[in-house]
């Protein structure tokens, strides 16, 4: 069975760092376009970055240069690195990928999401 695995999320003080890291678990052919979105409270949830499988970047419009997206395509994994944290970007964040899957179709996957809590 396919899934995203998250993690490093957690509780940090502004202005502190952290990386996300999303990898694929289970048999599949191939991961493109993966990619970050997060959802704060009340809030829909909004595109953070992404990465194709080229490595061609795509940032979210609410998001500043303090992002960046990363991804190691032999271990089918995608990195967030958030610098100088800020209370707004306390969320759930969620990683997910395009995968081809081992019957050849493409199916996007979701992550179960990883909380990210930045206190002033």
């Known amino acids: 069975q396919v899934q995203l695995v998250e993690s490093g999320g957690g509780l940090v003080q502004a202005g502190e760092s952290l990386k996300l890291s999303c990898a694929v678990s289970g048999r599949i052919l191939g991961a493109y376009d993966m990619g970050w979105y997060r959802q704060a409270p009340g809030k829909e949830r909004e595109l953070v970055a992404s990465i194709s499988g080229g490595g061609i970047r795509n940032y979210g419009d609410s998001v500043e240069g303090r992002f960046t997206v990363s991804s190691d395509n032999a271990k089918n994994t995608v990195y967030l690195q958030i610098d100088s944290l800020k209370p707004e970007d306390t969320a759930v964040y969620y990683c997910?990928?395009?995968?081809?899957?081992?019957?050849?179709?493409?199916?996007?996957?979701w992550g179960q999401g990883t909380q990210v809590t930045v206190s002033s």
């Open positions: 997910n990928a395009e995968i081809t899957q081992i019957n050849r179709t493409r199916r996007v996957y």
